[in-house]
């Protein structure tokens, strides 16, 4: 059986990108299609793959900016042949699924998140975008939806990776979705007694995690916080930061380890479809103080793995914060942690074998049905 991973693209090794590697181990001769490509940003097991790429890969200076290159990506994306794969699995958030399968080829979604820039994200990305950007959305948004919606139906099988997202693809797509939480390499994280005085947020630092809200409550508080991650938000927090806020940029995995293990609690005003980064401080038996949407409401338990707030809002975390600490003793390490355990990459690869599994025996009888083959090779 020839598999094919389609992923939009592979730029770095965040949620989406950790997802394709899992599915490597379950298919380690799988070729994986993307639409751009750095493989100085990935790890050596996915390198070691076939990986093809978008004419829109070549070019020049295309590193900087191949996000605004959205109206193009469906274009790309239905150029890839397909024709040789009897199973694709494409990760989608920014255009996968897109691709053209062959007729009898099974094609299961594993969906991060309907577009986010084109449904209920939308006005956010257009209010933070450049001048050109927001003047051209309002032309391409509505092609781009269609297409989107369309290339649905070329999906036989949609796996969500929370209960979110299973209601927006149930809402955008008008198709079931199979949950099936996403790998979270837990067993990388470990608890330990030397707790500092500080509290985190970590992550890719872009508008919509609202990293500011936390950057503004602290500040107020005069309270300890180290922010670590980089992105477009960094220039901004660094504007707006009290003396009580450390920023620190992008950093190594021990020193983020280090971070999520000995602080008070991590900080999460964002929406995320799913959120590792809250997985991944529980695994280290630390409390998560979050905004009450998305993801949060499947992986954080009030008021034993930790806290939700109802409003993206400065007062809100403040609020979280103080009602925190007045119950701070009451959290124990190895009961968040057994909470992160639900979520570990060892549960991720049972349960996606066992559907993939279950998806092809349904495929094949039904191709089996449709052409006769099947019955003829049983009464054989």
């Known amino acids: 059986m020839k598999v094919a991973i389609v992923h939009y693209w592979l730029k770095d090794m965040r949620g989406g990108e950790k997802v394709v590697e899992a599915l490597c181990n379950l298919f380690p001769s799988a070729d994986i299609f993307t639409l751009f490509y750095d493989e100085n940003s990935v790890t050596e097991k996915l390198r070691a793959h076939s990986v093809q790429t978008s004419a829109l890969n070549r070019i020049p200076g295309i590193k900087k900016w191949y996000k605004s290159l959205l109206p193009l990506m469906p274009f790309a994306l239905e150029h890839f042949d397909m024709s040789p794969y009897d199973l694709v699995i494409s990760s989608e958030s920014g255009p996968a699924k897109g691709i053209i399968p062959r007729p009898d080829a099974l094609h ?3 969906c991060h998140s309907p577009m986010r820039y084109i449904w209920d994200h939308y006005h956010q990305y257009s209010a933070s975008a450049n001048r050109l950007t ?5 032309i391409f948004a509505p092609m781009l939806r269609q297409w989107d919606v369309t290339t649905a139906s070329r999906v036989d099988k ?7 997202v299973a209601n927006r693809i149930k809402r955008y ?5 199979t949950i099936i939480y996403p790998p979270v390499s837990v067993n990388d994280f470990a608890p330990t007694s030397d707790i500092g005085d500080f509290y985190l947020c970590a992550g890719h630092l872009v508008p919509y995690k609202r990293i500011n809200l936390a950057v503004q409550a602290f500040t107020e508080m005069k309270k300890k916080l180290v922010v670590i991650g980089g992105g477009e938000e960094l220039a901004r927090l660094r504007v707006m930061s009290g003396p009580t806020i450390t920023l620190m940029d992008r950093q190594t995995f021990p020193v983020l380890k280090d971070h999520m293990a000995r602080c008070r609690a991590l900080i999460f005003p964002g929406e995320e479809d799913f959120g590792m980064t809250p997985v991944e401080v529980m695994a280290s038996g630390r409390p998560v103080i979050a905004f009450g949407r998305g993801g949060a409401l499947e992986t954080v338990v009030p008021e034993a793995t930790g806290l939700l707030f109802d409003q993206q809002s400065v007062a809100d975390i403040v609020e979280a914060v103080h009602r925190f600490e007045a119950m701070e003793e009451s959290f124990n390490s190895e009961t968040i942690r057994e909470r992160a355990l639900l979520f570990s990459d060892v549960v991720f690869q049972e349960r996606m074998n066992s559907f993939v599994e279950e998806a092809l025996e349904d495929h094949n009888r039904e191709i089996g049905a449709r052409t006769g083959y099947f019955g003829r090779g049983t009464e054989n």
Do not use: L, Q
Request: charged fraction near 15%; proline fraction near 5%.
């Open 134 to 138: 927001r003047a051209a959305m309002p």
């Open 108 to 110: 299961i979604c594993y």
């Open 158 to 164: 949609f796996i969500a990776n929370s209960r979110h």
């Open 173 to 177: 797509y008008h198709r079931s979705a």
